[in-house]
């Protein structure tokens, strides 16, 4: 009698477990997003080098005026809308520099032995507030890279 009465209420749990799928897990970044990150990350990678090198022989403002202008024209269009935010104010941030460098134009060396050296004369506390923002915004883009 008990199997008898429960064959419907069995039968229909039976084909909602058969025919249940799980919910399909898209990840948070897709294929094109994650190559778009990769590619920007190997661009600023590549010219990040050239940047700490090139003011041994040239200014820090033509420095980092060249490394914003390669890592600004880099087309962020594919990447997630957080990370490309985040990139963009990085870029803001290195620009912010600019102003900061030009009157040490006459110093060269390695970029941050550079920016030790200003840091430590007169102004420089403003020029490493402004740098300080550089790093700031690089962990935004660290943090939307892990999203």
Known sequence: ????????????????????QSPVKTPAVSESEKSCIDHMISIDAQAGKIRNRACEKQSLTKTIEEYVATIDAVDLSNCPREFAAAFKRHIQAWRAMIPLCDPHANLRG???????QIEQGAGGAAFKKGFDK??????????AMEK
């Open 110 to 116: 390695e970029m941050h032995d550079l920016f030790k």
């Open 1 to 20: 009698m008990f199997l008898a009465t429960n064959i419907p209420w069995f039968f229909a749990l039976f084909l909602f477990l058969f025919n249940y």
């Open 134 to 143: 550089v790093w700031s915004t690089w962990s935004e883009v660290e943090k």
